[in-house]
């Protein structure tokens, strides 16, 4: 066994039967999950460790994520379900439905957001900023962006983003949410492990202009997010959503045979012709559905949302990850004491708010935030990577 992996073991510890597992890796997954307990065992910025271990992302196949998630519950085991939620109501076993999302990647939950808490979400979506990922963009308001959706009007790039992140965060409602008993149950219960919450996010999506340029910007062509080594993604429709208002499409079962290991790099942007020639068309799937449909979705498994044809899709996200090892994402603002007591109320374990740190956040703005724009050089260069340089790696990397 490789010697850094036996000794993170050890001090961890794990089990025997666990040790053995690991015991059987192969090397470059061994290497992989040394890195990644390296991490959990002696802590540091899962941010600062991106750049120097993102090729390990390659190593981290299914099986080996649920090889991880072992290993993590045995300091973060998923806690007891609550019987019911603030907001869902009674919650009943779970049980048949973490089974379909584990064997499927995804599932339109059985509970919808009940419309008071989906408009009480939409008042505070009205006072909050988007842009567009374009040169001078204006912020507009929720409210503005409302009004626009009524009138039917195409944008430039289709998409408006959540400026500020940080404030969705910390609302005390989308907060309320996301650490509910039954979302929680469902997160937890598909990782094996207790999580830590890693994003709150709000897009809204107009008929656009839609360019192959604009669409891969706006995800609405078919890609593989790694993100995290393991993570799961909510998405709550908060606008009736049919065929023409931009539906989330994935390919059923894709998160156990990832694209990745077809030899396609992460984040590689795909037409529908390009996903037929690694997937069956009977596994693409659309999710339709009315405001207040929840969806649980391992974005490992290939995705993307439909461009909007007429009207208008706004979307409320939430994210969690197993690890901050390698997080991509900037740490939160710590909570109030008042904030810190609503969550803990709503038996949210210690792990999940491990990304509320003001601290982490700060060196992570002096890390990140004094980077030099890209100049052209910069992008020829990252694409050759993406296009050449990467494919080439991923063959010769031993197949996980």
């Known amino acids: 066994m490789n010697p850094k992996l036996k000794a993170l073991l050890d001090a961890y510890p794990v089990p025997h ?4 597992e690991c015991e059987n890796l192969k090397l470059s997954q061994q290497r992989a999950l040394a890195n990644f307990l390296q991490y959990e065992v002696h802590g540091g910025d899962g941010f600062a ?3 120097r271990f ?3 992302f390659y190593q981290f196949n299914h099986s080996l994520n649920a090889l991880a998630a072992k290993i ?5 085991p998923v806690p007891d379900q609550a019987p019911s939620s603030a907001i869902f109501g009674t919650l009943g076993k779970l049980d048949d439905q973490i089974t379909l999302l584990r064997n499927h990647g995804y599932l339109v939950s059985d509970h919808s957001l009940p419309a008071q808490t989906q408009g009480a979400i939409r008042d505070e979506i009205a006072k909050f900023s988007f842009y567009e990922k374009k040169p001078g963009s204006a912020l507009r308001s929720g409210e503005e962006l409302y009004r626009l959706g009524s009138m039917g009007e195409e944008t430039e790039s289709g998409t408006f983003w959540l400026k500020d ?3 969705a965060t910390h609302n005390p409602l989308l907060s309320s949410l996301a650490f509910d008993p039954y979302i929680l ?4 219960n598909y990782f094996g492990c207790t999580p830590v919450h890693v994003q709150t996010n709000i897009w809204l999506s107009f008929a656009g202009k839609g360019d192959k340029s604009q669409l891969s910007a706006s995800a609405q062509l078919y890609h593989q997010d790694k993100e995290f080594t393991k993570f799961l993604k909510v998405f709550i429709y908060l606008t009736d959503v049919r065929e023409s208002n931009g539906p989330h499409c994935y390919v059923d079962g894709s998160h156990i045979d990832e694209l990745f290991t077809r030899g396609v790099p992460f984040s590689t942007r795909l037409t529908d012709e390009n996903v037929l020639e690694y997937f069956d068309a009977h596994r693409l799937k659309t999710v339709t559905g009315p405001a207040g449909t929840i969806i649980f979705g391992d974005t490992s498994a290939v995705h993307k949302g439909l461009p909007v044809k007429s009207g208008y899709r706004c979307m409320l996200q939430f994210e969690y990850a197993a690890s901050l090892y ?3 994402i900037e740490p939160f603002e710590d909570l109030s004491p008042a904030q810190y007591e609503a969550i803990a109320q709503l038996g949210a374990p210690a792990r999940l708010l491990q990304n509320y740190d003001s601290l982490a956040r700060n060196r992570y703005k002096a890390t990140f935030d004094q980077a030099k724009p890209a100049t052209l050089l910069d992008r020829i260069r990252s694409r050759i990577v993406q296009q050449v340089i990467l494919p080439w790696r991923l063959r010769q990397l031993t197949r996980v």
Not at 17 to 20: K, M, Q, R, S
């Open 54 to 56: 993102e090729m390990d």
């Open 17 to 20: 039967d666990i040790a053995t």
């Open 49 to 51: 460790l991106r750049n």
């Open 326 to 328: 390698m997080s991509p």
């Open 165 to 167: 992140l940080n404030e």
């Open 72 to 76: 993590l519950a045995l300091r973060h």
């Open 185 to 188: 149950s469902m997160v937890t």
